[in-house]
Structure formats: structure tokens, C-alpha cells
């Protein structure tokens, strides 16, 4: 090989901006669906900062995006298991290790969320589909692709 890899120092620190926030009705994490695919019938708003807006262009109402976001509101408690246990294995004394796992306590607190457009605005997009509580800040959106974002068919996740 021409090019070694390159691997980052263990003690790499890395710097992300929000591109704006997510207002719901939920205030703590206890309060938010799951999942985001659970909660089509909640509503909520990516508020976002003027700078970013123009890239709000070529969205649609009816669409699938994935919000990344960071989840503020976990502690340092909360946020650093390595193993842990399972929503359904509650009472079960089992444990996993934490990316076998959709739990949102991980160490670096970026969020995953499946959800639709109801309506793109200039700064701003309404959507259903909420897990994240209010305040979250949104770190990018990107729009779902079925042909990207499904594995191939007959493959099981």
C-alpha cells in the first residue's frame, strides 16, 4: 500500500456546531417516545439558525430525513455504559454491550432520527416523528434514500 492508514490519537477531541434546535412538548428524555418511527403522531420543529437556512431548499412536505443531533440532555452517568440493559430485558440481569444496542446513553451523545416533513418553512421545518426533548440541538439533516439507507434485499439487520 502506497498510503498507511491513519489513526486517530484515542484522546482525539473533535468540534461540531449545531445547524439549529429541535421545540417539542417534551422536556426530559423519560418523556420522549423511543424511537422516532414510534411517535408519527407527535409533532415537532427544527428551528434553524439563518445562516444554515438555505440549505433547507429542495426539501418537501411528505419526505423522510434523518435528524443528527446531540443529546444535551443525558448526564455524564448516563451518557458512558459500555454494557448495559436493554429496554426489554428489564428484570432479566442481562446485559449487551452498548452498540448491539438503539439506547440513546452512549458515549458520544449524537442522536438518530427517522423522521417526516409536514411543512418546510424559511427557517425551519415542521415534522412528525419526535423522540428528541425540547432544546436538542440539531447537528445536520439529511434526507432518508431507500435505495441507501435499506440494506440490500434478503439481508437481515
Same mark, same amino acid.
Given at each position: 500500500m502506497?498510503?498507511?492508514?491513519?489513526?486517530p490519537?484515542?484522546d482525539?477531541?473533535m468540534?461540531?456546531?449545531?445547524?439549529?434546535?429541535?421545540?417539542?412538548?417534551?422536556?426530559?428524555?423519560?418523556e !420522549?417516545?423511543?424511537?422516532?418511527?414510534? !411517535?408519527?403522531g407527535s409533532?415537532?420543529?427544527?428551528?434553524?439558525f439563518?445562516r444554515?437556512a +438555505? +440549505?433547507?431548499?429542495? %426539501?418537501?412536505?411528505g419526505?423522510?430525513?434523518?435528524?443528527?443531533?446531540? %443529546?444535551?440532555?443525558?448526564?455524564?452517568?448516563e !451518557? !458512558?455504559?459500555?454494557?448495559l440493559?436493554?429496554? +426489554?430485558?428489564?428484570?432479566?440481569?442481562?446485559t449487551?454491550g452498548?452498540?448491539?444496542?438503539r439506547t440513546?446513553?452512549?458515549?458520544?451523545?449524537?442522536?438518530?432520527s427517522?423522521?417526516r416533513?409536514r411543512?418546510v418553512?424559511?427557517?425551519?421545518?415542521?415534522?412528525? +416523528?419526535?423522540?428528541?426533548?425540547?432544546?436538542?440541538?440539531?447537528l445536520d439533516?439529511?434526507?432518508?434514500?431507500?435505495?441507501?439507507?435499506?440494506?440490500?434485499?434478503?439481508?437481515?439487520?
Open positions: 502506497k498510503n498507511a492508514p491513519v489513526h490519537d484515542t482525539m477531541t468540534s461540531v456546531s449545531p445547524i439549529g434546535y429541535v421545540t417539542t412538548d417534551f422536556q426530559r428524555p423519560q !420522549a417516545p423511543p424511537q422516532a418511527t414510534m !411517535a408519527y409533532r415537532g420543529r427544527v428551528v434553524v439563518e444554515f +438555505g +440549505g433547507l431548499e429542495g %426539501l418537501f412536505s419526505q423522510h430525513v434523518w435528524l443528527l443531533s446531540w %443529546l444535551h440532555s443525558q448526564t455524564d452517568q !451518557a !458512558a455504559p459500555l454494557k440493559t436493554p429496554r +426489554g430485558w428489564a428484570g432479566t440481569g442481562r449487551t452498548v452498540y448491539s444496542t440513546p446513553n452512549r458515549h458520544n451523545r449524537i442522536g438518530l427517522l423522521v416533513i411543512e418553512h424559511a427557517a425551519a421545518l415542521d415534522f412528525e +416523528g419526535v423522540d428528541l426533548v425540547d432544546g436538542t440541538p440539531v439533516i439529511k434526507p432518508y434514500s431507500h435505495g441507501s439507507d435499506t440494506p440490500p434485499s434478503g439481508e437481515q439487520g
